[in-house]
C-alpha cells in the first residue's frame, strides 16, 4: 500500500507491498463485499483469505524477505481487510488497527501541538475523552461547533484548526451533516476532513467520494456485525497521508490481529443483507414510537420532517439501524431498560441482536454533564440498536418497556403527562401508505411489496389509529439541538 515499490521493513516502516500491487475490484456495492479486496488465496485456490497467525517471517538471506518481515509492521490477513476497506469507501489506502479508539487515536496522530481539531456536533464519548483528556495534555486542543450553525463553523476552522471531525448521523441523536459541504468549506480553508463512517458504513454512505479526506470505522459495530471482535478501520486516498498513519501505525504498535482481521472480513460478506434487514426493522419501529404518547421524541433520519432528511437522502443509501428515543416527562428510563426482555442492555451497536443503551451514563458519560444538556443528550434518552429478531418481539418488547417506564407516574399506557409531550412535539403519526414508503426507502425493494408488508403489520393498524386521534398535532419533531 505505499507509492514505494520496495518490501516493507520494521526499520524504515514503509507500507506494506500488497497496496502497491492490489487492483480494487471494480463491481457493485453487493459484489464488492464479497469479492473487494484479496479475495481468497491465490496459492491453494482456497476461497477465504488464509488467517496467517504468525508473529514473523522466515527470510531467505540476510536484508531481504518475501513482503513481510513482522506482524506489527505487515501481515498478509490483515492486508486482505485493509485492501478491502479501500476498496469498499472507494479509496486507495486502508489500515486496520486494535479498536475504533486506536484508529482515531492514530489519526489524532497526525497532529502536533499548537493545533486544533473541530468536533462538529455529537460525536462519540471516547473520541471527545481522548481530544480532552489526552491530547489535550500534548497540547492539541479542541472546539466543539454546532455544524449547522454557517457562522460558528466558519470561525471554528480558523487557524490553528488543522482538521474538523464529525459523524453523520450523529451519535446518539443522529443529526445529520452535509458532509460535501463541509469538506469543500475545509478544503477551502486547508483544514482535513475527517468522517467517522461508524453508523452507515461504506454500504450506505461513502464519505470520502463526498470529498472527505479520511474515513474511521468501529468495525466492532455493523462492519463485523456478531457482537465477538473489536476493531477498527481507516479509509483515505492521499498517498502523503496514508504513508504517515502507516508510519505512526507501526510506530506505536494498535494493530489488528490475524484472526479479528479475518473476522472482519467474514462478517462483511453479509454486510448487504443484515443492514437491509436492520434498517428495514428500525425504519418500522421509529414510525410506530414516533405515534406513542409515552414517547416524546425519535431522532431517526428516515422520519418525515426529521432535519437533515433532504441530505441523508442524498448522500446515503439509507438511513441506517440506529434510532434514539427520549421518553416523554415523567417517564423512568431506568424502569424501561429493566424492562427490556428482547433487547439488551450493553454498550455497542450494530450487531445481530438488538442493544439499548443510555448514553448520558454509558457512551457518553465522559462528557461533562453540561455539555451534554447543550448537545441535547438527557436521562430520558435511550439509544437503541436494531438487530434482526422478528420486527414483532421488538415492538412488544418496547412496548412492556414504555408501560413500566410510565408506570409510577401513573402514566401507563399513555398518561397525561406523556400526551401532553406528544401533543407539545409530534404531529398525527403516518398512515400504512407512509410507513410503506418509507420502509421502501430503508429496504431500497418494490413498491408494492413495501406496502404489503406494512398493512400486514400490527404496526400499521397502531400507527392508523393514532392519525385519527392525533390529527391536530404540531411539526414532526423539534429542532435537533
Known amino acids: 500500500m505505499s ?39 491465490p496459492l491453494t485456490g482456497a476461497v477465504n483469505v488464509p488467517v496467517y497467525l504468525t508473529s514473523t517471517y522466515r527470510q531467505p538471506e540476510l536484508g531481504k524477505h518475501l513482503g513481510y518481515e513482522y506482524s506489527r509492521t505487515g501481515n498478509p490477513t490483515r492486508a486482505a481487510l485493509e485492501a478491502l476497506i479501500a476498496d469498499l469507501e472507494h479509496g486507495r489506502f486502508g489500515l486496520a488497527f486494535a479498536s475504533g479508539m486506536a484508529a482515531v487515536t492514530a489519526v489524532l496522530s497526525l497532529f502536533s501541538q499548537g493545533d486544533r481539531i473541530a468536533l462538529l456536533g455529537n460525536v462519540y464519548g471516547g473520541t471527545f475523552r481522548v481530544l480532552d483528556q489526552i491530547f ?3 497540547g492539541i486542543s479542541h472546539v466543539t461547533v454546532d455544524p449547522a450553525d454557517g457562522e460558528a463553523l466558519a470561525a471554528a476552522l480558523a487557524p490553528p484548526t488543522k482538521a474538523l471531525l464529525l459523524e453523520s448521523p450523529g451519535n446518539p441523536l443522529l443529526t445529520v451533516s452535509d458532509i460535501g ?22 454500504y450506505l454512505q461513502r464519505p470520502l467520494e463526498l470529498g472527505a479526506d479520511i474515513v474511521v470505522h468501529s468495525a466492532t459495530k455493523f462492519l463485523g456485525g456478531h457482537s465477538d471482535l473489536v476493531a477498527g478501520l481507516v479509509a483515505l486516498s492521499d498517498p502523503g497521508l496514508a504513508e ?48 406513542d404518547r409515552r414517547v416524546a421524541r425519535v431522532y431517526f433520519p428516515a422520519l418525515p420532517g426529521f432535519p437533515g432528511r433532504e441530505v441523508q437522502q442524498r448522500q ?81 418488547d418496547l412496548d412492556r418497556a414504555l408501560t413500566a417506564a410510565h408506570a409510577g407516574a401513573g402514566a401507563g399506557g399513555g398518561g397525561e403527562a406523556a400526551g401532553a409531550a406528544r401533543e407539545a412535539s409530534s404531529p398525527s403519526a403516518p398512515d400504512s401508505a407512509t410507513a410503506a414508503g418509507v420502509v421502501n426507502e430503508a429496504r431500497n425493494a418494490d413498491a408494492a411489496v413495501a406496502t404489503q408488508a406494512a398493512e400486514a403489520s400490527p404496526a400499521a393498524d397502531v400507527t392508523r389509529e393514532a392519525r385519527v386521534a392525533g390529527a391536530a398535532r404540531g411539526p414532526l419533531l423539534g429542532a435537533v439541538r
Open 244 to 291: 504517515r498513519l502507516y508510519y505512526i501505525q507501526n510506530a506505536s504498535g494498535g494493530v489488528l490481529a490475524p484472526l479479528d482481521a479475518y473476522l472482519v472480513i467474514r462478517g462483511i460478506k453479509t454486510l448487504g443483507v443484515r443492514l437491509d434487514r436492520h434498517q428495514a426493522s428500525a425504519t418500522e419501529l421509529a414510525l410506530w414510537l414516533e405515534a
Open 136 to 138: 489535550n495534555r500534548f
Open 3 to 41: 507509492a514505494s515499490p520496495t518490501p516493507a521493513s520494521e526499520g524504515d516502516m514503509r507500507m506494506p507491498p500488497l497496496g502497491a500491487s492490489h487492483q480494487p475490484f471494480k463491481g457493485r456495492k453487493d459484489t464488492l463485499l464479497i469479492h473487494g479486496g484479496i479475495d481468497g488465496d
Open 316 to 396: 446515503a443509501d439509507g438511513p441506517g439501524a440506529v434510532l434514539s428515543l427520549e421518553l416523554a416527562p415523567g417517564g423512568d428510563h431506568r424502569a424501561f431498560l429493566e424492562a427490556l426482555e428482547v433487547i439488551t442492555l450493553a454498550e455497542s451497536l450494530g450487531g445481530v441482536e438488538s442493544l439499548a443503551c443510555h448514553p448520558a451514563t454509558m457512551t457518553h458519560a465522559s462528557i461533562p454533564p453540561a455539555v451534554r444538556a447543550d448537545m441535547g443528550i438527557s436521562d430520558r434518552l435511550i439509544r437503541l440498536s436494531i438487530g434482526l429478531e422478528d420486527v414483532a418481539d421488538l415492538r412488544e
Open 181 to 202: 459541504q463541509i469538506a469543500d468549506l475545509a478544503r477551502r480553508r486547508g483544514v482535513l476532513s475527517i468522517v467517522d463512517n461508524t453508523f452507515l458504513t461504506p
